[in-house]
């Protein structure tokens, strides 16, 4: 199993090359536009875009995302992170 869906590396390439009408149509189609604001410029809602396109292709099945989530809260408990 793998932590992303397959084609996760072509939407994020799409959203790399995406204007900023299609970056908040795409944002608009996931989770919405709660974390960006009114001002944003283009690079903060690519951002934005690519988080809620790893959120969308993220397997919260797989082995893979178990294991990535216990490193994250060790990391987290040695103040790393």
Excluded: W
Excluded at 7 to 20: C, P
Excluded at 43 to 48: A, F, S
Aim: with cysteine; glycine share 6%; net charge negative.
């Amino acid at each position: 199993m793998a932590l992303y869906y397959e084609g996760f590396s072509k939407a994020q390439q799409e959203i790399q090359n995406a204007d900023l009408d299609e970056l908040l149509r795409h944002i608009d189609g996931l989770y919405g536009r709660d974390n960006i604001e009114d001002e944003s410029n283009i690079k903060e809602v690519r951002t934005e875009a690519l988080r809620q396109c790893k959120e969308d292709f993220t397997d919260t099945t797989s082995p893979e995302y178990s294991m990535v989530g216990f490193y994250s809260d060790l990391l987290k408990a040695q103040g790393i992170l």
